[in-house]
């Protein structure tokens, strides 16, 4: 039933989440590279294409232009890692104007404490991490755009359950990237790790802030 339902209503979700776990089973198989590429940016392309049919407005076109920088960013950080990260901040910019749009106008103390937290230490731990000093700087601006994001999203009033934590698995991910410019080099657990947090934090992100822009709407008088 359940199933039916995502089927029937949700259509573009479920062709996300076929992508998406999809290609965690298929990336770095003997497919050919245009496939695989395909598939890997139809994941959150269809996040975009579902937050545009399930709910109208200025917000629900900047959350599906976050998915589709998502989309555009899967892709090219195959081609050039530079073009993936241009791609991934210019998102990041987007979603945080729509956070502060959407802050919330009373935070208590520990969740102050919280944000200042994903501001100082994203970039912070960004920048430490590259045996290759000289790309640090670069590193830490993107990671910058990173905890702001992780920040925003954590103190709007969009769900932490789905919104906050979503920024977060996504911030989890891109320091794993990043990781393999230093202490993870060798290790397996970086391929293991960075798709399903990345591509689940963007899915908690989208459904999240469709999910709560519809119920807003659902409400109002």
Same mark, same amino acid.
């Given at each position: ?5 995502? #089927?029937?209503?949700? $259509? ?7 992508? @998406? =776990? ?9 497919? %050919?590279?245009?496939?695989? /590429?395909? #598939?890997? @940016? ?20 900047? =959350?599906?232009?976050?998915?589709? *920088? ?11 890692? =530079? /073009? ?30 919280? *944000? ?6 994203? $970039? ?5 991490? %590259?045996?290759?000093?000289? +790309? +640090? %700087? ?15 999203? /954590? ?21 794993? #990237?990043?990781?393999?410019?230093? !202490? ?5 657990? $970086? @391929?293991?790790?960075? /798709? !399903? ?8 992100? *989208? ?13 109002? %008088?």
């Amino acid at each position: 039933m359940v199933q039916r339902a995502l #089927i029937e209503q949700r $259509p573009w979700l479920l062709a996300s989440l076929v992508a @998406g =776990i999809g290609y965690y089973f298929i990336a770095q198989t003997a497919l %050919p590279d245009i496939y695989e /590429w395909t #598939i890997k @940016g139809a994941g959150a392309a269809f996040l975009a294409i579902y937050a545009l049919t399930r709910h109208q407005g200025r917000d629900t076109r900047q =959350i599906a232009a976050v998915m589709a *920088c998502g989309a555009l960013g899967d892709v090219l950080i195959e081609l050039n890692l =530079i /073009w993936g990260a241009l791609a991934f901040l210019v998102g990041h910019l987007i979603a945080i104007q729509l956070y502060l749009r959407h802050r919330r106008t009373v935070l208590g103390r520990s969740q102050k404490l919280v *944000c200042l937290a994903f501001l100082v230490l994203i $970039p912070l731990i960004a920048f430490l991490i %590259p045996a290759d000093r000289s +790309a +640090a %700087p670069g590193i830490a601006l993107y990671a910058a755009g990173l905890g702001a994001m992780t920040a925003t999203a /954590w103190s709007s009033t969009f769900s932490r359950y789905r919104v906050g934590i979503g920024a977060v698995l996504f911030a989890v991910s891109d320091l794993l #990237i990043f990781s393999r410019m230093g !202490p993870l080099e060798n290790s397996a657990i $970086p @391929g293991l790790l960075i /798709w !399903p947090l990345y591509y689940f934090g963007q899915f908690l992100i *989208c459904i999240g802030v469709v999910g709560e822009l519809k119920k807003r709407t659902s409400v109002s %008088p």
